[in-house]
C-alpha cells in the first residue's frame, strides 16, 4: 500500500515539473513565429495545389503530377518547421533567431546538432516521402489498369447518383437531383456509353445503399458521385467515378463555377468521365450539352419544375408546369424547358399516357399544347433526344402509332440510354400487336431503369404473358423485397395464377395487394370478378356492408344475377337498362350474350346484328377474343348470311394465327380457336384448340352454355373437357372458401 501511494506522489510532483516546461515551450514557439510560417506555408501549398489541378485537368497532364507535388509540400513541412525554431522566414530573407535574452546571451550560430537534426529530419521526410509517392503511384496505377479494362470492354456503363446536398439548409435537394438527371442525359448521348436511368439510382440512394453496392444492383461498370452547394450564384460541385469491382476512385475533381456556367460544367465533367473509361481523348468543346440556359433563374425553375414532375401526383404536375413556363419566360431559347412543359402536359391529359394519367386537361388540348412547345424545342434544338421522345408521345396520344415508334427510334438513335423512349415504344408496339419487339423495348427499357416500377410491372405481366411464368414470378417476388408497400407485386403474380387457370391463387395474391392499398377500386373489382367466378356469391353479399364492395355490387348488379343464375331477375334488370341506352351498341351486346346462352336465341340475334354497324372496325376485332366479330359471325350464320358471317370469321382467324405464331401464349387465343373451328365445322381442331386453352388455364365456368361450341355437344371429347373445367372449377371453390373462413 505504501508502495502505491509512493508512486502516487511521485507522477504528481513530475505533472507539476511538466507544466512550466510546456508553458515555456509554447511561449517560445510563438516568439519565434513558427505557427506564423506554418499558416503562411500551408496557404502557398494550397493555392499551388489548386493552380496544378487546374492545370491537370485543362491540359491533360499526367495525374501524378499533382500527386508528386503533394507529398514534397507535405514531407517539407517538418523542414519548414525545423528551420522555423531556429530563423526567422520573411520575405525580406532568412536571419537566425534571437534568443530569449539576447544582448546578455545572444544565440550561437548553428551546431553540429542543428545540422545533424536537420539532416534527420530531412532523411525521415525523403524516406516517408518516397514511401507515401510510391503507394499513391500503385493507386494512379490501378486506376488506369481499371479504366483500360473498361475502354477494351467497349461500352462502358455507368450510374449517376443523386448527388449530395452540401447545403446548411438542405434546401438544394432539386439541384443535387437535377445536375445528376442531367449528367444522366449528357452521358446518354455519348457513343459507347450505357447510362442506368437517374430514377433507378435515385431509388437505390435512397435506400441507404453505398455508391458501390448500387453499382452491383445496376450491374454497371462505373458510378459518377458526388455533392453540390449553391451560395448565390455559385455553384460548388465535387465529383467522383468509382470503379465498382474493386471500389478504387478512376478520377475526381472539385469546381466553383457561376449557376450561369452549369452547361460547361456538366460538359467538363462528361468529358472527363469519357476520356476516363474510353481509348480516346475528347477535346475541350467536343462533348456538348444540349438545349442548355445561361439564364440562372432559369435554371433553377427548370430543375424545381422536374422535382415536381418526379412526384407524380396531379397536384405536383400542375406545379411542375407553372415552374417550366416560368423557366421558358425567362430564356425563350432554353430548348430543354420546352420538352419539359410538353412532357408534363401530355401526361396530364384525360386518360393518361404515361405512368399515371393525371386526367386535368382534355386530351386534344394537351396533344395541341404539347406539340406547340415540341416543336419549339426542336426549332432551337433538333438533336434533342427527350424531345423526340416526348414527340413520339404525343403522336401515340393523337392515335398514329406508326408515326410515334419512328419518334421513339429517333430518340433512342440519339441517346441509347434513354430508358422512357424504351417504355413508350413498347406501349406503342404493344397496341399495334407486335408482341415480340414490345417485349424486346421492354428487356431494354428495364435493363436501363430496373427500379422503376412501371417497366417491372409491364416486364413481368409481358413475360408471363408469353408463357415464361417462373421468370415473372421472379420479377415479382423482387418486386415485392424493393416495393413493400406496392399492390403490384401481387397483381403480377395474380396474373400469372390467372393465365395457369388457379383461381384459388388470383384470390390469395389480391386479398394482399388489397390489404396494402385498400381504398384501390381496381383491386376490389377484381377480386369481386374472381370470386364469382368461383361462385362465391354468399361472400360477396357478406361484404355489402363495405362501402367500396356496396359500390361494386350495385355497378355489377346484373354479374351478382348470373352468378345466382336468377335469369328472370337478370333480363328485367337488362331489358331497362337496353331501354335507357337504346343507341348504345355494347349494352345490346351484353343483353344478347346472356340470351345466347340463358334466354331468347331470336332476341340475342337480333341484338348481335342490328346494330353492329354502330361498331369501329377498329373496335369489332379485339383480340384475343376477337370479340364481337366472332359473336355476330354466329349470329349473321344463323341468320343465313353466309357471306357476312364467313367474312367476319376470316378477318378472326387471321388475327388468332397471326398472334398465336408471335411469342405470347393466351389461353383467350385457344378459346378463340376453338370458336371458329366449330364455326367452320371443323370439329376436331375445334376440340384440340379447346384442350390446349383448358391447359393453358381457361376457367370459365359458362364455357358449356357458349352457342358458339354448339356444333361439339355431342362430341365425347368434348364432354370430357367439359367435366374436367367442372370439376376443377368446384375443387377450387372448396379450395377458396378456405380463404375467407380461416
Known sequence: MCKYLLLTRLYIFDASKVYPILKTFLSELKRRAVVKS?????????????????????????????????????????????????????????????????????????????????????????????????????????????ATAASQAGTSTIAVLPFSDDSAAQDQAYLALGLAEEMTSLLGSAANFKVSASRSSQFLSEQGLTAQQIGQRLQVDT???????????????????????????????????????????????????????QDKYAEAGSFNNLASTRNADAYVLYLK?????????????????????????????????????ADTLILMAEGGSGEAGFGVIKTDIAASLAQQNIDKALARQPGLAEAHAVLGLISAIQGDLTKAIADYDRAIELNPSLAIAYMWKFLALNSLQRFDESLQALEQAEQLDPLFQTNTYNLGWALSRAGRFDEAAAIFKQMQLDFPQSPFPYQGLADIYFSQGNLVGVIAEIQKAVTVSPENQTLVSRLFFAMLELGLLDEVKNKASD??????????????????????????????????????????????????????????????????????????????????????????????????????????????????????????????????????????????ALSEAIERGWREWWTKYDPLLASLAGEPEFQQLIQFLDDDLARQKAEALKLFTE
Not at 351478382?560 to 349494352?587: C, G, Q, V
Open 223 to 277: 458510378v459518377l458521385t458526388g455533392s453540390v452547394k449553391a451560395i448565390g450564384q455559385r455553384l460548388n460541385v465535387r465529383v467522383q467515378l468509382l470503379d465498382v469491382n474493386s471500389g478504387n476512385t478512376l478520377w475526381s475533381n472539385t469546381y466553383a463555377r457561376d449557376l450561369a456556367a452549369v452547361a460547361e460544367l456538366e460538359q467538363e465533367i462528361g468529358r472527363s468521365v469519357v476520356n476516363t473509361l
Open 38 to 146: 506554418i499558416l503562411v506555408y500551408l496557404g502557398l501549398s494550397w493555392l499551388l495545389l489548386q493552380i496544378i489541378s487546374v492545370l491537370t485537368s485543362t491540359l491533360a497532364l499526367n495525374p501524378l503530377l499533382g500527386s508528386a507535388l503533394f507529398v514534397l509540400l507535405l514531407c517539407s513541412l517538418p523542414l519548414v518547421i525545423y528551420l522555423a525554431w531556429y530563423c526567422d522566414i520573411s520575405f525580406g530573407g532568412i536571419t537566425r533567431t534571437a534568443s530569449v535574452n539576447e544582448q546578455d546571451k545572444p544565440a550561437a550560430a548553428p551546431g553540429s546538432r542543428q545540422w545533424a537534426g536537420l539532416v534527420l529530419v530531412m532523411l525521415v521526410s525523403s524516406y516517408v516521402g518516397v514511401e507515401y509517392y510510391g503507394v499513391l503511384a500503385q493507386q494512379q496505377l490501378t486506376k488506369q489498369q481499371a
Open 547 to 688: 362501402p367500396t364492395w356496396q359500390q361494386l355490387i350495385e355497378t355489377h348488379h346484373e354479374n351478382m344475377l348470373l352468378s345466382d343464375r336468377n335469369f328472370t331477375a337478370l333480363f328485367e334488370s337488362m331489358e331497362f337498362k337496353l331501354a335507357s341506352n337504346p343507341d348504345d351498341y355494347w349494352i345490346a351486346f351484353e343483353v344478347a350474350w346472356y340470351h345466347s346462352m340463358f334466354g331468347s336465341k331470336q332476341k340475342a340475334l337480333n341484338l348481335l346484328t342490328e346494330k353492329s354497324n354502330l361498331i369501329e372496325p377498329a373496335d369489332m376485332f379485339g383480340m384475343p377474343y376477337c370479340s364481337p366479330a366472332i359473336e355476330v359471325a354466329w349470329a349473321e350464320r344463323q341468320l343465313g348470311n353466309e357471306a357476312k358471317a364467313a367474312d367476319f370469321i376470316t378477318q378472326c382467324k387471321t388475327l388468332m394465327i397471326e398472334q398465336l405464331q408471335s411469342s405470347i401464349t393466351y389461353s383467350e387465343l385457344h378459346y378463340l380457336a376453338a370458336r371458329v373451328y366449330a364455326l367452320e365445322g371443323q370439329s376436331a381442331k375445334a376440340i384440340n
Open 305 to 341: 419544375g422536374r422535382e415536381q414532375y418526379r412526384k407524380q401526383t396531379t397536384e405536383a404536375m400542375q406545379q411542375a408546369r407553372q415552374l417550366f413556363e416560368q423557366a421558358v419566360a425567362l430564356d425563350p431559347e432554353y430548348a430543354r424547358g420546352y420538352v419539359g412543359l
